[in-house]
């Protein structure tokens, strides 16, 4: 009896991990823990199944199936991973999706693809042909010293492209280590110099001091990027989430004074811009955030303001407020099954700059993903690595022509 509960308990909680991959929970209270379970089980759907198998299959041995709770709990099983197997049909598909937004582009594919044993081991080894030099101080800013992460090969070149990566967090946690990476290591053995930056964090400060930080880094980057093997000619800055806000900020406000006081001379501009499941508008007015985003978030903490009493300060960090024809290239990867990030809102941003920029814009769609899928080597993040690669790779050679 006790076993066959153990597997009734199996699979009610592998179907119920099933319906929540696809259909994410966006109540406010379970928001987060919905996210980080729709993530889990959607990034790593094959090795949860076959994990799932062994133990259903030792549960059986040990006699699970010789009580009636037992079978059902096998028939839940079945249910739950007829679902996975939708789940990983329709992330199979990304390789489609990114070949037909470089399609569109006019894009081929170039360089490294991401080994088949990283997306199986899932996690981000940086590999011995890379190497990481650690908290190279970039900022100096009331009392902080604000440091960076370099990623590169190891190897004598002077003429590595530049990509800067931000890390999310809500604007209020995260650290320049744990965000970005699988990204990062790929692009360095490709022949690209990586570099991740930390900023502060609220509620210490507020927006747009956050963007400050950023830009101090672009513009740290392009005067010392050659000391570490870099062509500071070509900088290319991404983020997730609250980062690809600060990107896609970046992007749209080159060497503009108002957010480098101190370094008002420095080099600021972006020459692609990859914002990852962005937030486009800190104002929320398509409905499509949690309704507490706004009071509990924005308002209070991140901007410290009320949108009825100075909506201009949620304009200024709203990126599809900034859009204008001189933005830089932008490639923006999403999931339609973001819960943090809607997908509706970056469709929206695309839309913008398509319709005012006169640069490139490559939206990448990726069926089925949650936020942070690319926080380890999945399949879904693997392609949009290799599709980001192939854009920068076309981007630069464009620039050197």
């Not at 009636?68 to 990983?88: H, N």
Request: with cysteine; charged share 20%; proline share 6%.
């Amino acid at each position: 009896m006790f076993i066959a509960i153990l597997l009734l308990l199996l699979g009610a909680w592998s179907l119920a991990a099933t319906l929540n991959a696809i259909r994410p929970i966006r109540q406010t209270a379970l928001l987060l823990p919905s996210m980080f379970w729709s993530w889990f089980v959607i990034g790593f759907a094959g090795q949860q199944v076959v994990f799932q198998m062994i133990i259903a299959g030792l549960l059986v041995w040990w006699g699970a199936l010789e009580h009636p709770i037992g079978w059902i709990g096998a028939g839940l099983l079945v249910i739950s991973w007829l679902g996975t197997a939708v789940i990983l049909s329709r992330t199979r598909t990304s390789g489609k999706i990114v070949d037909a937004a470089l399609a569109k582009a006019g894009i081929e594919r170039s360089g490294p693809k991401v080994p088949f044993w990283r997306v199986l081991l899932s996690f981000p080894f940086r590999g011995r042909s890379v190497e990481k030099i650690s908290n190279v101080p970039f900022r100096r800013v009331a009392g902080h010293v604000i440091k960076l992460d370099i990623y590169r090969d190891k190897t004598d070149r002077t003429d590595r492209p530049v990509i800067m990566y931000i890390h999310g967090g809500g604007w209020v946690i995260g650290d320049k280590r744990e965000q970005g990476i699988p990204l990062l290591h790929h692009m360095a053995r490709a022949g690209w110099l990586g570099i991740t930056v930390n900023y502060r964090l609220c509620p210490g400060v507020s927006l747009p001091d956050q963007l400050a930080d950023v830009k101090a880094g672009l513009a740290w980057i392009r005067e010392h990027a050659q000391e570490y093997g870099g062509d500071p000619s070509f900088v290319a800055v991404s983020g997730g989430s609250a980062g690809g806000n600060l990107a896609a900020l970046a992007g749209l406000t080159e060497n503009d004074p108002t957010y480098q006081q101190g370094f008002e001379d420095g080099d600021t501009s972006v020459d692609v811009a990859i914002p990852i499941y962005g937030i486009y508008d800190v104002m929320n007015r398509l409905g499509a955030q949690s309704t507490q985003f706004v009071p509990r978030l924005m308002e209070p903490i991140v901007i410290k303001a009320f949108i009825d009493d100075e909506p201009e300060k949620f304009h200024e960090m709203s990126p599809i407020d900034r859009i204008h024809p001189d933005a830089p290239p932008f490639v923006i990867p999403q999931g339609d099954r973001d819960s943090l990030a809607p997908v509706v809102e970056a469709r929206a941003f695309r839309d913008r700059l398509e319709e005012v920029s006169k640069n490139r814009v490559v939206y990448m769609e990726f069926p089925g993903a949650q936020h942070i899928f690319d926080l380890g080597y999945t399949y879904q993040s693997a392609q949009m690595i290799e599709g980001v690669l192939s854009v920068l790779n076309d981007e630069y050679a464009r620039l050197r022509r």
